[in-house]
Structure formats: C-alpha cells, structure tokens
C-alpha cells in the first residue's frame, strides 16, 4: 500500500512538473514575492499529498521531518524555475515548505483512515479526484484559460494508468474513475474560484495593511495632542472624512478593492491608535512626574542618610537606619510637598527613604571599612630612635636614640570605643589607642622619656589620659600649636600595652596661684585625678603648710585605703569632733599603726606636720626604712632648683605643693 501511494504521489508531481503544469502569470509583477506566493501553492498540495500517504500507513511524525529535502524540490521543479536567480528560488523554497506544512496538517488531522474506513478498496478516489481538479482548476486560471473542468480533466486511460487500476477488478476501478471524476469537477471549481479570487482579496488586504499604517501614525498624534491640550477624549474629533482620505492619499487612482481595504483599515487603525495614545500620555505624565518625584526626594534622602550615617557612626549607636524614619508628614512639612500633587508627594516620600537607606547604609559601612584599615600599626624602632604614627596619623609616639639597648617593635592598635565607658564629667576628644613595646632584652634607660603626642584643638580641660586598672587616669600634659604632648617614662609602657585617650574634664577648674609655681604640674595632675583639690576661690595655695589630718586624706587616695565604719579608736580623743571629715581616715591610719595621738589624748588633724613625722609615717606605709626625705629634697632641687626647708631643720613643717611633689614622685611608676 506505501508503495502505492508513493506511485500516486510520484505521478501528481511529474503532472505539475511536466510541459502540462502550472504556467502561473508572467504578467504579474516581477517580485520576489511571487515566488513564494507560488511555492507556497505547490508545497500545500505537496503537503496534502504526503499527509494522506502517512495516514494511510499510520505513519506519525511532523510535517517537518515529512517534506521533501531542499535539493529534491529544486530537482523536481526545476524546468518551472529555469532562468530564476537564488533570491527568487529561496523565496520558492520558503513558501513551498509554508505550503506543505499547512496542507500535511490539514490532511493528517483530517483522519482519513475513518472518513473511508466505510469504502475499503475506493479509499482516496473522492480525496484525489478533488486534490487534482483543485490543481488544475488554479492551473487554468493563472494561464487564463476559460474555466473548463471537462477539458482539464485526464481521460479514463490516464486516470487507469496514474493510479494503477488495471490491477484491480472491475467493479472497483469503475467506482474510482465515476467517484475521481465528480470530485475533479468539485475540486477544479474550487481551484479556479480560489484564482479568481486572489488578486481581489490581496487587493484588498494590502489597503488594509496600508491604511492600517497610515491610521496608526495619524491616531498616535491626535490622541497625544488631544491630552495635551485638555481635551477629553474622542477619536472623531479630527479624524479625516472618507473623501478627505481618498484625496490625501490619491486612492483614487487605485482598485475599488483597495481604497475599500484602505479605508477600513485607516479607520479602525486610527481609532485605536487615538485611544491608546490618549491613555499613554496620560500614563507617561504621571510616570515622568512620579519618576521625577521620586528621584528627587532619592537625591535628598541619600544626602540625609549619609550624614545620620556620620553622626551614628561617631556617637557609636548601632547600624539602623530606621529608628530615623519619621513620619510621612514631617517629609512633606520639611520639604513644602503640599505645593505637589498627591501622586507627586508618594513618589518623593518613596524615593527619600529608598536613598536614606542607601546614603546610611553605605556611608556606615564604608566608615566601618575605613576604620578598620585604619586600626593598628607597627615598626621597628632601632636603637638610634625613631617615630610611629597611628594609621589615622592622629597620634604620633616618638622614642629617642638610647632609650632602649637593642631594637624594639612598638605598636599602635586602634581600639574601639565599646571596649571603655567614661565618667559623665568626660567628653573624649580622640580614639583609643593601645600603645605597646615588645623588648625582649627588658633592658631600657628610664631617663629617656617616650614622648605621646595627639593632635588637639580643645581647651586647656584637656590631658592625655592613661587607663590603669580599669580608671583613667590623668598624665601630665602639654597643649601647644595644635597638639596634646605627655612625656612617660619607658618603664610605664606595660608588657600587655597601655591604652591612652585625650579626654577633656568640664569639672576641672583653673588653680589660679600655680600658673607659675615649680610644682605646677604634679598639682594639676594630682588635681585632676582627684587626689588633692583646691580651694572654693580658684586657689590651691601650694607653699601653705599641710595639717595632719590632710596628709593622712591625700595617703589614702594614693594607696586606696579601705576606710573603716566603726570609729570606736578614734572616740578616745578628746577632741575626737574636730575629725570630721577626716574621722575614717584618722581611724584607719591609728588602727595601720602610721600614726599615733598626742600624750595628752588629743589627735590636734588641724596642726601642720613636720618633715620628720611625714618620713616617719611614709616609711609605716611603704614598710619600708628606705625612705628618706632628703632624698625627695635632693631631686626636688636637682630637678626644680628648689631648695627645701628641711634643709635647715627636719622639724620644719611641710607644705602642700612639697607633699604632693613626694608622692607624685614615689608612685609614677603605677602609672
């Protein structure tokens, strides 16, 4: 049976590609198109063809693996494409594989195994006959032959040898050739109506198509215009009459069926080209001025959010630019967004808070990044001295030549402010920063002073602080030309590091009388560590001897003496109410064994003390016979050309400012 189609399909192609096929107009206009519009022709037939071959064999597979190969169809059409150049045969092959697709379509879902199911042997007489007379119908009026389905049809012999019916009985070749004939007729006015056809009805499409473009253009500019100008929208507003069409596009001189095609496309093109053109201006004005919106409140925001970002960042707050946002009419009172339309004001308000999050959050981080690129610092110090800066180059620590007997690593670290908490009294006026010298000789010149300088712009309530046992503690210090400079001996840079910080006290007052005093700066440091203070009038009165009572207060804030509750040693004294506030300081020095009353049961905390008694009393407290007062004397005048009264008698009494030279002296080292 494939055999046998495959002979039937073989014939119908040799009676389209023999003298007798199809001559298609060579009046018609020499277009490429004309190519494919035939090829697409020759293919659908091809196509039904091969769809009814397939089904017959139930043979399933796609239209594309069932066409003919590119070099096949040139061969078996090549006579009809003699003198074509490769344009004109690509655009053949084009609509030929068009055509087959859409007729091996049609003809596999047309299901011909059931619609013959009922005639067992004269299965395709009715399907041939009509194919063919379709064929030929179309053939004849593209040679503009008069219609003649009787002419055009092949005789009984030719039928009988193209469909092989010699081998089958009478009674069905009979059959076949009675029902072949009635579908050629059927088939061959169909063919030649649909010729007939044709030309009208690409006529008339291509005015649609054309005055489909032209109605397009022209309702695109009116329905803009229209909006612009505050019109409502009516697209008969200023379309053109059909005369008006006619004349401006010289229809006239074209077919009935064009201008028709023509003007019932341009009409139902510029209608909905009106409409859409009105709504997209519309849509377009409120998408500039909400897009204009919101890149304007963007730039705001970003600008914003970056300095929120700064402050954050500096006061150490946590990384939440949300706790910012505020309400959404505050924005539009800050920013005059009342003067805006409502769709004006949603847009800025969106666009300000999507670039406040943007500006914060990448300002924060980058502040973040900086600072930890920023963080620590080391180098190699030789014995010929040298300096280091911090990475943020806002504190430098220089070492001079022979401080240290071999090379040392010295290290800057810049630590983060979560580490430390500050009294109320302080304002920070740096960052923190770890000052650390690996020497493994331990060998070191405590003469030589390490010298820490940060830069400073503050007042004179600044210093240089030094953490010490989780409190912070004052190191004397020097304000000039735009730094804060402390001197420390090496000796007091800690195996572990030493964190140190300019902080400024707002509860430090100016001692007036000790501008110019000799002891000037262990007063001011013993003062602003809280050690010893002044007088309500700005004084401190450094050269006025110092009383029993006074020197045992300042001992106890120098050693940390826990002070007792029970004062019963100290009720003893007759003059035990003149204690106050030195009671517990008193009692803790009786009870230690530093001191002792008078014979006749009288403490007397008011009576100036003695350069004896206080060598007395600090060897008691240092458990210690090493010290001696004239030592403190000798440096003082070394160090301060300051020559001291004991010089003269030790039961001199000692004044403020020499008390507080001695300790500071004796106890610099814990710090």
């Known amino acids: 049976m494939i055999k046998k189609y495959r002979i039937i399909y073989i014939l119908i192609l040799i009676i389209l590609t023999s003298t007798s096929?199809?001559?298609?107009?060579?009046?018609?206009?020499?277009?490429?198109?004309q190519g494919r519009t035939e090829g697409d022709q020759l293919g659908y037939y091809g196509g039904r063809i091969k769809g009814l071959q397939n089904s017959s064999s139930k043979v399933t597979i796609s239209d594309y693996e069932a066409r003919p190969k590119d070099t096949e169809i040139l061969k078996n059409y090549e006579s009809y494409l003699v003198g074509k150049d490769s344009i004109y045969k690509n655009y053949f092959l084009l609509g030929f594989y068009e055509g087959f697709a859409r007729g091996y379509?049609?003809?596999?879902?047309?299901?011909?195994?059931?619609?013959?199911?009922?005639?067992?042997?004269?299965?395709?007489?009715?399907?041939?006959?009509?194919?063919l007379g379709e064929i030929y119908g179309y053939r004849d009026?593209?040679?503009?032959?008069?219609?003649?389905?009787?002419?055009?049809?092949?005789?009984?012999k030719d039928i009988i040898d193209m469909f092989n019916l010699n081998m089958e009985v009478s009674s069905y070749k009979n059959n076949f050739i009675r029902i072949f004939k009635e579908k050629f007729r059927e088939g061959y006015e169909i063919g030649y109506a649909k010729g007939n056809m044709d030309p009208i009805k690409e006529s008339y499409d291509a005015g649609i198509k054309d005055g489909d473009n032209l109605g397009e253009i022209l309702g695109n500019i009116y329905g803009a215009k229209d909006y612009y100008e505050n019109k409502t929208s009516v697209y008969t507003r200023?379309?053109?009459?059909?005369?008006?069409?006619?004349?401006?596009?010289?229809?006239?001189?074209?077919?009935?069926e064009y201008k028709d095609g023509f003007l019932v496309g341009f009409r139902k093109a510029y209608e909905k080209s009106y409409n859409a053109s009105f709504r997209t201006a519309n849509v377009n004005e409120k998408e500039r001025e909400s897009k204009?919106?919101?890149?304007?409140?963007?730039?705001?925001?970003i600008v914003r959010g970056k300095a929120f970002a700064h402050t954050d960042y500096l006061n150490e707050d946590p990384n939440n630019w949300k706790k910012h946002k505020s309400i959404s009419t505050e924005i539009i009172k800050e920013y005059n967004l009342v003067l805006y339309s409502s769709d004006y004001r949603q847009g800025f308000i969106s666009g300000y808070w999507d670039g406040f999050s943007e500006g914060y959050n990448t300002t924060y981080l980058e502040l973040s990044k900086n600072e930890s690129s920023k963080k620590i610092v080391s180098s190699t110090i030789p014995i010929s001295g040298g300096e280091v800066d911090s990475l943020d180059t806002s504190l430098r620590v220089k070492i001079e030549?022979?401080?240290?007997?071999?090379?040392?690593?010295?290290?800057?670290?810049?630590?983060?402010?979560?580490?430390?908490?500050?009294?109320?009294?302080?304002?920070k006026a740096s960052n923190f920063y770890k000052l650390k010298v690996s020497n493994k000789s331990k060998n070191l010149n405590d003469k030589k002073l390490v010298e820490v300088?940060?830069?400073?712009?503050?007042?004179?309530n600044g210093g240089i602080y030094k953490l010490v046992d989780g409190k912070w503690y004052y190191i004397p210090s020097v304000i000039e030309d735009g730094f804060i400079k402390a001197r420390i001996k090496p000796s007091s840079i800690k195996k572990d590091g030493n964190v140190y910080v300019v902080l400024i006290d707002n509860n430090n007052i100016s001692l007036q009388d000790i501008r110019n005093h000799w002891a000037k700066d262990e007063i001011?440091?013993?003062?602003?560590?809280?050690?010893?203070?002044?007088?309500?009038?700005?004084?401190?009165?450094?050269?006025?001897?110092?009383?029993?009572?006074?020197?045992?207060?300042?001992l106890s804030k120098v050693y940390g003496w826990e002070l007792p509750t029970n004062l019963d040693n100290v009720k003893v004294f007759k003059d035990f109410k003149s204690f106050e506030p030195m009671d517990k300081v008193i009692s803790y020095s009786i009870e230690k064994g530093y001191i002792s009353g008078y014979s006749d049961k009288t403490f007397k905390p008011n009576k100036a003390i003695s350069y004896r008694e206080v060598e007395i009393i600090m060897n008691r407290v240092l458990n210690s016979e090493d010290f001696k007062w004239y030592n403190v004397a000798t440096k003082m005048l070394y160090d301060k050309q300051i020559r001291c009264k004991s010089y003269d008698s030790m039961d001199k009494e000692i004044t403020r400012a020499e008390v507080t030279y001695m300790l500071y002296i004796l106890n610099e080292w814990k710090y």
Do not use: C, H, W
């Not at 001897?545 to 020197?551: C, Q, S």
């Open 524 to 554: 001011i440091t013993y003062v602003k560590r809280n050690i010893i203070s002044g007088y309500g009038n700005k004084l401190f009165k450094p050269d006025k001897n110092i009383t029993r009572g006074e020197f045992l207060t300042i």
């Open 141 to 156: 009026f593209y040679n503009k032959t008069k219609s003649n389905y009787y002419k055009a049809m092949p005789t009984e």
């Open 105 to 131: 379509n049609e003809t596999i879902t047309s299901n011909p195994n059931t619609i013959y199911s009922k005639q067992e042997k004269i299965n395709y007489a009715d399907v041939l006959g009509l194919i």
């Open 238 to 256: 200023d379309i053109p009459s059909d005369y008006e069409i006619q004349r401006n596009y010289s229809l006239n001189k074209d077919s009935t």
């Open 401 to 427: 030549k022979g401080t240290y007997y071999n090379p040392v690593a010295l290290s800057i670290d810049t630590i983060s402010d979560n580490n430390f908490s500050l009294e109320d009294k302080y304002i």
């Open 292 to 301: 204009g919106a919101y890149e304007n409140g963007k730039e705001v925001g």
């Open 21 to 33: 096929k199809i001559a298609f107009s060579e009046t018609l206009e020499e277009k490429y198109v």
């Open 453 to 460: 300088r940060f830069e400073y712009y503050g007042n004179f």
